[in-house]
């Protein structure tokens, strides 16, 4: 019974935390001047893409979000370090949420304009937030923010489980599977949110980890 609490626990917090990954990435592309704060891969993509166009202010973006990224990695690897897993998420889905609450109220009382400077702090609080969270996708041994690797597990796992006859190997890939799944729909929630131009949109990463972070006390208790 206690496992199937803790798995239950742990599948929520991978679901909340891929949504509100897709909301970042859709938020810090739409508004922020077209960088990726967790999909680092398509940064530098993006980058070298601004570089060659001669677009400083743009690739100057992906810097920062580039940057704050390694600089949430760091953080929540210290964070981590000589705790329990239990504690550790809750130190580091604190810190997250923290970082993603800063940004909502920060962005809601900020006037925007193209390439202000204020972007430049939206973007390194949103990457160090994602930065934070690839480190508790490594604590619980699941990615919610690189999606190519989410991929090719998903496809292997389900090629190995049809090779093997193996059923019991099938229950992965609907964790996976729900995971994309979730992200995508952060994604598609915080798109029709800008598109009808609604500034609730930047409280939807934060709202996702809340529940990442309630989750985790749930089943503390």
């Known amino acids: 019974m206690l496992d199937t609490i803790k798995l ?3 599948e929520m917090i991978l679901l909340v935390t891929a949504f509100a990954a897709g909301a970042v990435d859709v938020i810090s592309f739409a508004t922020l001047g077209g960088v ?6 398509g940064n530098f993509a993006l980058l070298a893409y601004y570089v ?9 973006g992906s810097v920062v979000a580039l ?7 760091a953080l ?8 329990p897993q239990q504690q550790a ?42 930065g934070v969270q690839a480190v508790i996708g490594q ?12 991929l090719t597990k998903l496809v292997g796992t389900i090629a190995d489980s049809l090779a093997n006859g193996d059923a019991l190997g099938l229950k992965d890939v609907k964790i996976q599977s729900a995971v994309v799944v979730s992200y995508l729909f952060g994604a ?26 309630a989750a985790n006390r749930w089943a503390h208790r």
């Open 139 to 150: 604590t619980i041994s699941h990615t919610t923010i690189v999606f190519t690797t989410t």
């Open 67 to 73: 940057s704050g990224f390694v600089l949430g990695c």
């Open 89 to 130: 998420l809750g130190l580091l889905l604190t810190t997250e949420a923290g970082l993603l609450l800063f940004f909502a109220l920060y962005a809601m009382w900020t006037p925007h304009a193209a390439h202000a400077p204020s972007d430049h702090l939206q973007i390194l609080l949103l990457a160090v937030a994602m």
């Open 52 to 60: 060659a166009q001669s677009d400083s202010q743009s690739a100057m």
């Open 188 to 213: 598609l929630l915080a798109g029709a949110l800008i598109v009808h131009n609604s500034d609730a949109v930047v409280l939807l990463p934060f709202i996702g980890v809340a529940l990442a972070f």
């Open 8 to 10: 239950n626990h742990v």
């Open 36 to 41: 990726f704060a967790s999909a680092m891969t």
């Open 76 to 83: 929540g690897v210290l964070q981590r370090r000589g705790r």
